[in-house]
């Protein structure tokens, strides 16, 4: 049997873009050829791709980091280095995924084949090509590539079901659905028998059709966390009708509308918006003994105006009539909308940094760390490894106003200084 998971983390490294190279022309018949270093190519992206084959997040429990490889180098005669190829993750259609750093919701992954980019690979640094002015002509100058983004993600899987089956553990959510479909859930008589939801597809002789989905028995405390209910509340989001089953069983030792009231109150705790939508009130078990007293008296406690369908999945009594009927309040039950607009279109996550604050530490007598997303991400983009990439590089510093926090936090010349794993002589 496959294991159904829900609710997985990942973490996701898109690729570092190309190094610009530094390269001259040193051609035959060329004269002045000057600088002839071409860019490098951009890091491969991380891209989500829902599958709607897919029902279960089970492939990430093994493999829960994905990396996708780094651009090409720039290369000689101006040649620009090769794009990395995306690397596709494929997840079920109703995957929700968050950024698991924030708990921000990055994207609603609902449709077949709808992509989602996580996270976009570096671009490519410049050549010297792009250097060369009228005071250098021969600019020894190069960028690095853009490093890549990593980001923890939580992926949770909110199965997408026409009709949610809900109601309090053992009240016949699977037997019906076995009966209603060619669905195969497991069916004993205990408690929480279902561990994790189940589909099936009710197929009319009208030609119609809808997916319903045996969601776990919910019980008195679901939304804070109590038994199962917790775990598979999500599920009933994408619901569009939902089948209230309740008990008549005579001899369970519960009153079935006050069961009714107390899971309605944990689907409202959960989410408000499940209360709006269509509900169909399924009493069930109406082939023991006392049963009818029982419906007779739960019906009197409910309004006139309410859906009820009771039926006895046993002996298959009123079950075709209750698909039908469910069929037809399916019809007009008014979509779901998603907060994700145009779903069907690839979206594309923007990374927000976080806001630069540029900070000088002392870390001893005579060293400074100097922080700052600016700083550090200009250092990664500098080729240190010429005379003209290090000067340019002095300027920069100075220009952000580095020089300056230095010597306000009391640098002097030769002390040394720090950003990320690089230091120099502060002069």
Do not use: C, W
């Not at 897919?54 to 780094?70: C, G, H, Q, S, V």
């Not at 995306?86 to 084949?113: Q, R």
């Not at 039926?311 to 979509?335: C, F, Y």
């Not at 100097?370 to 080729?383: A, F, P, T």
């Amino acid at each position: 049997m496959l294991m159904f998971v829900d609710n997985v983390k990942i973490t996701v490294r898109s690729g570092k873009g190309g190094d610009g190279a530094v390269s001259f022309r040193h051609e035959k018949y060329v004269p002045l050829g000057g600088p002839a270093g071409g860019d490098g190519g951009r890091g491969g992206d991380i891209i989500l791709k829902a599958n709607e084959g897919m029902n279960t997040l089970m492939d990430f429990r093994y493999k829960r980091i994905f990396k996708a490889e780094p651009g090409q180098n720039g290369q000689i005669k101006g040649m620009y280095g090769r794009k990395a190829d995306p690397v596709y993750i494929v997840v079920p259609a109703g995957t929700s995924v968050y950024d698991e750093d924030t708990g921000k919701l990055i994207g609603d992954l609902t449709e077949h084949n709808q992509e989602l980019v996580v996270a976009k690979g570096g671009s490519g640094g410049r050549g010297n090509i792009h250097f060369a002015n009228s005071k250098n002509r021969a600019p020894e100058i190069a960028e690095n590539g853009e490093p890549g983004q990593e980001l923890h993600l939580r992926l949770e899987l909110k199965l997408i079901a026409d009709v949610g089956l809900v109601g309090f553990p053992s009240v016949g959510k699977s037997t019906l659905l076995s009966v209603a479909t060619s669905a195969k859930p497991k069916i004993a008589a205990y408690h929480f028998t279902t561990l994790s939801p189940n589909l099936g597809m009710v197929k009319l002789d009208s030609g119609l059709d809808f997916v319903i989905a045996d969601l776990p028995g919910l019980i008195e405390g679901a939304s804070n966390g109590v038994g199962l209910g917790i775990q598979f509340l999500r599920h009933v989001e994408r619901t569009r009708v939902i089948l209230h089953l309740v008990d008549m069983d005579p001899e369970n030792g519960r009153d079935p509308y006050e069961d009714y009231l107390s899971i309605r109150n944990e689907l409202g705790k959960y989410d408000g918006n499940i209360l709006k939508r269509p509900e169909i009130i399924v009493p069930t078990k109406l082939d023991i003994a006392g049963s009818d007293e029982r419906l007779k008296e739960f019906k009197s406690k409910l309004p006139d105006d309410v859906d009820i369908f009771p039926i006895s999945s046993i002996q298959h009594t009123g079950v075709k009539d209750l698909m039908n009927h469910t069929s037809t309040v399916l019809q007009n039950a008014e979509p779901i909308h998603f907060d994700v607009e145009n779903d069907d279109e690839t979206k594309e996550y923007n990374y927000e940094a976080k806001a630069d604050r540029l900070t000088v530490e002392k870390d001893g007598e005579h060293s400074f760390i100097v922080k700052g997303e600016d700083v550090e991400r200009l250092l990664q983009r500098s080729n240190l490894d010429h005379q003209d990439g290090i000067m340019r590089f002095a300027r920069m510093l100075k220009g952000m106003g580095v020089e300056d926090a230095l010597i306000k936090a009391g640098a002097q010349s030769g002390d040394s200084v720090t950003i990320l794993d690089f230091t120099f002589e502060f002069i």
